[in-house]
Protein backbone atom coordinates (compact mmCIF):
# COMPACT_ATOMS: atom_id res chain seq x y z
CA UNK A 1 0.00 0.00 0.00
CA UNK A 2 1.24 3.64 -0.90
CA UNK A 3 0.04 6.31 0.96
CA UNK A 4 0.89 9.79 -0.75
CA UNK A 5 0.55 13.41 0.88
CA UNK A 6 -0.02 16.50 -0.88
CA UNK A 7 0.54 20.32 -0.04
CA UNK A 8 -0.32 23.31 -1.75
CA UNK A 9 3.51 24.85 -1.09
CA UNK A 10 3.94 27.58 -0.01
CA UNK A 11 0.47 27.77 1.81
CA UNK A 12 0.64 24.61 3.67
CA UNK A 13 4.33 25.22 4.57
CA UNK A 14 3.82 24.62 8.30
CA UNK A 15 1.78 21.26 7.57
CA UNK A 16 4.58 20.03 5.30
CA UNK A 17 7.44 20.86 7.83
CA UNK A 18 5.43 19.14 10.29
CA UNK A 19 4.41 16.07 8.73
CA UNK A 20 8.38 15.74 6.60
CA UNK A 21 9.87 16.32 9.85
CA UNK A 22 7.62 13.96 12.49
CA UNK A 23 10.70 11.59 12.59
CA UNK A 24 12.86 14.05 14.32
CA UNK A 25 10.07 15.00 16.77
CA UNK A 26 10.13 11.51 18.00
CA UNK A 27 13.62 10.80 18.23
CA UNK A 28 13.56 14.44 20.32
CA UNK A 29 11.06 12.71 22.36
CA UNK A 30 12.76 9.41 22.39
CA UNK A 31 16.12 10.56 23.52
CA UNK A 32 14.13 12.47 26.27
CA UNK A 33 12.81 9.49 27.93
CA UNK A 34 15.64 8.08 27.34
CA UNK A 35 17.78 10.71 29.89
CA UNK A 36 14.94 10.66 31.87
CA UNK A 37 14.82 6.78 32.36
CA UNK A 38 18.66 7.16 32.71
CA UNK A 39 18.65 9.03 35.81
CA UNK A 40 15.99 7.45 37.61
CA UNK A 41 17.86 4.00 37.53
CA UNK A 42 21.55 5.33 37.38
CA UNK A 43 20.89 8.51 39.39
CA UNK A 44 22.04 7.34 42.82
CA UNK A 45 23.79 10.65 43.02
CA UNK A 46 20.22 12.52 42.74
CA UNK A 47 18.73 13.55 46.09
CA UNK A 48 15.08 11.96 46.45
CA UNK A 49 13.65 14.86 45.46
CA UNK A 50 15.14 15.13 42.06
CA UNK A 51 14.30 11.35 41.59
CA UNK A 52 10.86 11.57 42.29
CA UNK A 53 11.03 15.16 39.41
CA UNK A 54 12.32 12.63 37.32
CA UNK A 55 9.74 9.79 37.93
CA UNK A 56 7.05 12.41 38.03
CA UNK A 57 8.42 14.55 34.22
CA UNK A 58 8.60 10.93 32.85
CA UNK A 59 4.57 10.36 33.29
CA UNK A 60 3.78 13.15 32.01
CA UNK A 61 5.80 12.53 29.19
CA UNK A 62 3.97 9.39 28.62
CA UNK A 63 1.05 11.08 29.52
CA UNK A 64 0.94 13.76 27.34
CA UNK A 65 2.06 11.43 24.52
CA UNK A 66 -1.12 9.24 25.38
CA UNK A 67 -3.58 12.61 24.79
CA UNK A 68 -2.20 12.80 21.51
CA UNK A 69 -2.53 9.61 20.51
CA UNK A 70 1.55 8.50 20.11
CA UNK A 71 3.56 6.17 22.13
CA UNK A 72 7.09 5.11 21.94
CA UNK A 73 5.95 1.99 19.95
CA UNK A 74 4.27 3.01 17.26
CA UNK A 75 7.44 3.13 15.24
CA UNK A 76 10.10 0.55 16.98
Given at each position: M ?29 D ?9 K ?13 E ?5 L???M ?11
Open positions: KVLLSFDLPNDQKQFDTASRGMNLYMSLWLDQHLRAQIHGSHNSELKQEIYDLREKYEIKDNGVNFNMVQ
